[in-house]
């Protein structure tokens, strides 16, 4: 009756069953973000996707250790090795702590992750939190002759290391293109070849964030943290790396020189990319200025929204493509999943209102097959919520004297919606909750601006605290306060 599990593997560009090194125990690693700013919803997109991986597993029945880090040091602007250090700059221009930063947008992170119904990883480490690991992995490195230190600065040696590997694996592109593509030395003179990448960099003493090493004051090249936190906690061969797919380039391909230089073992055995959220057919970056914001999709607060959608249909227009495909951001688009998410919704509301019969004319587990074999063809959840769609009919079906169920079938029924629904899309209906909700708050709010006015501030923010501790987050603007679900 089950069938197997299969994933496309970017390492190999083709599906493969999926077979657990030591199951039932699954080690997953995904690079998470970069925290100096807002996470947007393309970031958003990566980790929902990696979401419904974990969910699946764990539905399948392993025990996934999930690891997702943090990227808090050394990640430059430039993405090379070139420019400032994306933590610092933020600091500086605000004058603030880099740590401060870090602490800001984690926080907002995992506010974004939860609203979105995001699990948490099982281990969520930090590139700060493991310089000690970074810097043993660099000097390993350079005993095994893959490295070389110029001034303080160590770099990977990748034209000897292609010469008994093939570097280029992961992208599918020769050396040859890949030296030819790239111009000079990207700003680094010192470098020996072309691709070389840094593994420590030397810190200008201006630098805000650095540590003491063999080699003098400086930080990690951002492709090092992801090769030790994993080696860490997943060990030197584990079942699934992830990440975007812009990452396979040139920071997995780093990551993967980086660990069979210093382990002599291809770190994952399952590399999985997840395509990009576009706007006009343009990938979602902050750099290009085409990134919109959580909040700013919930509340409709952007110049290119013709209104607000709630959190579970940005998550249901997400999961409606693969996460192979790209997916294209548009007020149509989100329009048309809010209708088909209630039109879910609604159906399987009916679940609990459904009278039973004698017999029964609905065949649960060809239904289950259905769901199972559409998850199991590479996590194809669009191909999942078409099925749910015609689950949705049956329920209406039944609903309307139509079909006939009985008690078992629709216990069984029932049971079946919440693992594919619930547990494994993680969608639940929050449209009705909201509706209920607002106009309490807005009471709510009301209040508290009159304390604010009477300058009872201790009131004012008893309110704010409170209503924070139930899961809303209340944000004061020139235009006076509102508040969205945390
Ligand atoms: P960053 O914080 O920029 O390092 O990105 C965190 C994660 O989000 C990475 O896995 C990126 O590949 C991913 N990402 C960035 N932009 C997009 C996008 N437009 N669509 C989907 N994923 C993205
Ligand atoms: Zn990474």
Redesign the pocket.
Known sequence: MQHPLSIYNTLSRKKEVFKALNPPYVGMY????????D?????????I?FDIVFRYLQYLGYKVRYVRNI?DAG?LEGDGDVGEDKISKKAKLAALEPMEIVQKYSTDFHEVMKTFNVLSPSIEPTATGHIIEQIEMVKTILDSGFAYEINGTVYFDVEKYNSTQDYGALSGRKLDDLLNNTRDLGGQDEKRGKLDFALWIKAKPEHLMQWPSPWGMGFPGWHLECSAMSNKYLGAQFDIH??????APT?HTNEIAQNMASCGKQPANYWI???????NGQ????SLGN?FLPHELFSGNHPLLLKGFSPMVVRFFMLQAHYRS??DFSNEALDASEKGFKRLMSALALLEKLKTSETSEVDVNALEQKFRAAMDDDFNSPILIAELFDAARIINSIYDGKTKINTADLASLKKLIGSFVYDILGLYDDSQAADEIAPVMDFILKIRNEAKQNKDYATSDKIRIGLNEIGYQVKDGKEGSSWSKI
Do not use: A, E, I
């Open positions: 995904v690079c998470g973000p970069t925290v100096y700013s996470v947007h919803l393309g970031n958003c997109r990566t980790f996707s990227t990640h992830g990440g975007g797919m812009d990452l920071h990319h997840t395509n990009m959220l576009t706007v990938k979602m970056s902050k990134s790209t997916l």
